[in-house]
């Protein structure tokens, strides 16, 4: 038997009919590709498919914007099928495939076959099913390889949560069902008859929220459709964790179902997230229309198929998001693939530029959400997507948005208003900011009954990418201590130690005075001429003052070290001052240290992490009068410090 035989053996099974077989074999053109030949090229109309006989191929996604190529994988199974996705809309290739071995195969043009199953319909839906088959691994691999981050994270669940919309008390009527099926973007192209008949057969179905539909291993029993509500589909990994795969927010899409010759079992998980309303479709109906109408058959293999195509693209395109963290260029590319099914003013295309400054991400989602509520079929599925893949940085956004509401409650507040008042109002504000952050806190039975405490801290930069376009910079450490820990848990949000800014910082002058923070100089101050009787008098006066401040029931919050680092580089030496601060006071405040982590790294994808570590009082832990002590006392702090920032990072980075 020839290898072309072979390949038709696996595919028909042995029930293709002669002149099936005969065009079948007219069509093949038999190629040996050497190694390093580009066998298919991401994005070029696809006019041929090819069946490998033997030797390796390696795919690779080519995103827009970028010089690099993605590896995806390589494959060297006998009669799998490379370019398939030409065989749906848009009719392009996916990604390139080039041989890394010798490889032979067969090249079938896409246009031949299509003629010969328009004439052999059933022996149509059979290769559909048999590429589909084939195809289902890949989309396996790809979900395994999905961590948490940005798709599978509590964040997009509350997102889309919030947009979802409630079904109504009466279920859709006949005529609604039917309207649904032809808005249905995976029905798209099916003719009217093939949905009335499916129409005349589906069943509305509510489902509370919290319900699971269906589990990996469950049988494929019906298609079902999405009338309202919110579906979350996840799936187990061998670890035993949850990854959320995607979500379902939008009327007519495809909540459960497959090409059902091709997968008997479900691979995912489906439970609702609100109250939901479905439409099912039982298989056994579908099966009966496809032995009626053998071109149906055909047809919904096809759009089984497509939909295949587009939830391993997508899965795909979060993976590169999840390694390369670079949202805009996998948007690029999401757009370039299905180009020539877009028309040329669609406002999807602003969405990259708009992405790429912060300044504009509020209108780059108001562009999104737009679409997604009055765009074409298309582009409402595309905004759907995008709004998956945009998740985490819509909530950073929302971060975003949340530190200008704060520079303006404080830089904005009446002069009349108090210091203590304007804290409290910019600890609110903080607090409404840090809800759109993922952070996790532990420690808290370490944190002295009564206030009148130093609270200090290992100060890290913050994120670059949180600047003000006036160029102010938060420090956000310090602030998430004040606003997430003190106060929750003393009703005040204390009072910081601050360096005081050079004079050409506005912002940082404009927001700090406001504050009634205690000023202190440090390295990064400007130089100021003092005598050693004036250096003492402000040091006096700063020791009154924090005095002051821990007697009226404040905490103070101090970065002993008196510069801010990278985590990886946290802490750097402490310095001696604000120690023999504590020790000179009256009565000695207890110290509470406290190990921050992941401040200076982008809150899309990372999460914020505190831990509060047993308080002490200088003078119970060494001689602060003596120089060998103290400065012994300090290394062993951040040598303690050390391990505690480690432990943090190691809870803040576990997965959800």
């Known amino acids: 038997m020839s290898d072309l035989d072979t390949l038709a053996g696996a595919i028909w099974q042995g029930r293709a009919s002669a002149a099936l077989l005969n065009g079948w074999r007219r069509l093949a053109v038999a190629e040996t590709a050497p190694p390093g030949t580009r066998i298919v090229r991401q994005l070029h109309p696809a006019d041929s498919i090819c069946l490998l006989v033997d030797g390796e191929v390696r795919h690779s996604l080519d995103l827009a914007g970028s010089r690099e190529a993605i590896d995806i994988g390589s494959v060297h199974q006998n009669g799998f099928p490379l370019g398939w996705s030409g065989l749906v809309i848009p009719h392009r290739y996916a990604t390139s495939a080039q041989a890394v071995t010798t490889c032979r195969l067969y090249r079938f043009p896409i246009a031949g076959l299509e003629a010969l199953f328009g004439r052999y319909p059933r022996h149509g839906a059979t290769f559909f099913s048999y590429v589909f088959a084939m195809m289902q691994p890949l989309l396996d691999t790809a979900r395994s390889a999905l961590n948490t981050a940005p798709l599978a994270s509590s964040l997009l669940r509350d997102t889309y949560a919030d947009v979802a919309a409630p079904g109504g008390d009466a279920d859709p009527s006949p005529a609604a069902c039917r309207a649904l099926l032809e808005d249905s973007l995976f029905l798209d192209g099916l003719d009217p008859a093939w949905l009335d008949a499916l129409a005349a057969h589906a069943r509305p179905r509510r489902v509370a929220a919290g319900e699971i539909l269906y589990r990996e291993g469950d049988p494929t029993q019906r298609l079902t459709l999405l009338v309202s509500g919110l579906v979350e589909i996840r799936v187990r990994r061998d670890d035993g964790s949850d990854v959320v795969l995607r979500h379902y927010n939008a009327p007519g899409q495809v909540v459960a179902g497959s090409s ?46 497509w939909l295949l195509s587009a939830r ?150 913050s994120y670059p990418g949180y600047a003000l376009a006036n160029g102010f910079e938060f420090a956000i450490d310090t602030h998430f201590v004040s606003s997430m820990i003190l106060e929750p848990a003393y009703a005040d949000c204390g009072v910081r130690v601050v360096r005081r800014g050079r004079g050409e910082e506005h912002g940082h002058h404009r927001y700090y005075d406001r504050l009634g923070h205690i000023y202190v100089l440090t390295a990064e101050s400007d130089a100021i001429a003092e005598d050693a009787a004036a250096i003492a008098e402000r040091r006096r006066r700063f020791t009154a003052t924090c005095a002051a401040h821990l007697d009226a029931g404040s905490n103070l919050i101090v970065c002993p070290e008196g510069t801010s680092n990278r985590v990886d580089d946290s802490p750097s030496a402490f310095k001696k001052g604000t120690f023999h601060l504590a020790a000179a006071l009256d009565p000695e405040p207890l110290v509470v240290p406290i190990a921050v982590v992941n401040i200076d790294r982008p809150l899309k994808d990372h999460r914020l992490g505190a831990v509060i570590q047993r308080p002490f009082r200088v003078s119970e832990v060494c001689d602060p009068g003596d120089k060998a002590s103290l400065e012994a006392f300090l290394d062993d702090l951040r040598s303690d410090y050390r391990r505690w920032i480690a432990d943090a990072r190691a809870l803040a980075d576990a997965p959800d």
């Open 260 to 305: 059902f010759t091709a997968l008997k079992t479900h691979r995912e998980r489906a439970l609702t997230v609100t109250d939901s309303l479905l439409l099912d479709i039982d298989r056994q109906v579908i099966a009966d229309l496809g032995e009626r109408d053998s071109r149906f058959a055909l047809a919904l293999e096809r759009r089984w198929l």
């Open 312 to 461: 391993l693209r997508t899965l795909r395109l979060h993976l590169v998001a999840q390694q390369r963290g670079d949202e805009i260029v996998v948007v690029q590319d999401l757009l370039g693939q299905v180009s020539p099914q877009l028309g040329v003013d669609t406002a999807l295309y602003k969405l990259p530029h708009l992405l790429a400054n912060r300044v504009t991400h509020a209108e780059a989602f108001a562009c999104l959400d737009g679409i997604r509520d009055a765009g074409t079929r298309l582009e409402r599925t595309l905004a759907g997507v995008l709004g998956g893949l945009l998740a985490g940085l819509r909530r950073e956004h929302g971060f975003y948005e949340g530190l200008n509401r704060v520079y303006r409650v404080v830089s904005e507040a009446p002069p009349e208003q108090s210091g203590a008042a304007v804290r409290h109002a910019g600890c609110i504000a903080f607090q409404q900011a840090f809800k759109h952050t993922r952070h996790i806190v532990r420690g808290h039975e370490h944190l002295p009954q009564r206030p009148g405490n130093i609270f200090i801290l290992n100060h890290l930069v």
